[in-house]
T-cell receptor
């Protein structure tokens, strides 16, 4: 079985400041890793994914994440946030084979203050 | 529109009634998933379809929940004798296989409120 822990339920940040949203996972098999964003009253949108290869992955809207196998982490970062980044962010894992169903963390609500 | 669509967007029902939620996946996507998003449980997997068959139903919370998929396309999630704890946003996703990786595309969800 897999599990995902997002260490912060809420993160308030000032506009143009850097941000890091933390994610740790547990799995006995190799996994794919994802970050999704959910804007208010909208569905889930993929920000970025790690499948294999370079451990630093870049996504949309200036976000990036680094896969650390030894620490089983996949933290999300952005060097300078904007008001429009206010949303809920979900870290997720899936098996590489089989159903590839997503197992999600509990989410981190990112609030950008002017 | 080429995205995943779901209907209705909102559904209010009375406890004990049956409801049907519909998902139209992206054309050509062979895999389809249902998830549920609720305040207490977060985002949780319900069921997975490959074509018309459902090899993984492990997330369905009780036998009041069922789902089917026809023609390898549209899927319907049915909840019988709804309970207040069924109130949640039900999300559908379809899977694209491209360039050796898989990415799930999500619909906007159906918000179900059971009174």
């Amino acid at each position: 079985a897999q599990s995902v822990t997002q260490l912060d339920s809420q993160v308030p940040v000032f506009e143009e400041a850097p941000v890091e949203l933390r994610c740790n996972y547990s799995s006995s098999v190799s996994v794919y890793l994802f970050w999704y964003v959910q804007y208010p009253n909208q569905g889930l949108q993929l920000l970025l994914k790690y499948l294999s290869g370079s451990t630093l992955v870049k996504g949309i809207n200036g976000f990036e994440a680094e896969f650390n196998k030894s620490q089983t982490s996949f933290h999300l970062r952005k060097p300078s946030v904007h008001i429009s980044d206010t949303a809920e962010y979900f870290c997720a894992v899936s098996d590489i084979q089989g159903a590839q169903k997503l197992v999600f963390g509990q989410g981190t609500r990112l609030t950008i203050n002017p | 529109g080429a995205g995943v669509s779901q209907s209705p967007s909102n559904k209010v029902t009375e406890k004990g009634k049956d409801v049907e939620l519909r998902c139209d996946p992206i054309s050509g996507h062979t895999a389809l998933y249902w998830y549920r998003q609720s305040l207490g449980q977060g985002l949780e997997f319900l069921i997975y379809f490959q074509g018309n068959s459902a090899p993984d139903k492990s997330g369905l919370p009780s036998d009041r929940f069922s789902a089917e998929r026809t023609g390898g396309s549209v899927s319907t999630l049915t909840i019988q004798r709804t309970q207040q704890e069924d109130s949640a946003v039900y999300l559908c996703a379809s899977l694209r296989t491209s360039g050796g990786y898989n990415e799930q595309f999500f619909g906007p969800g159906t918000r179900l409120t059971v009174l």
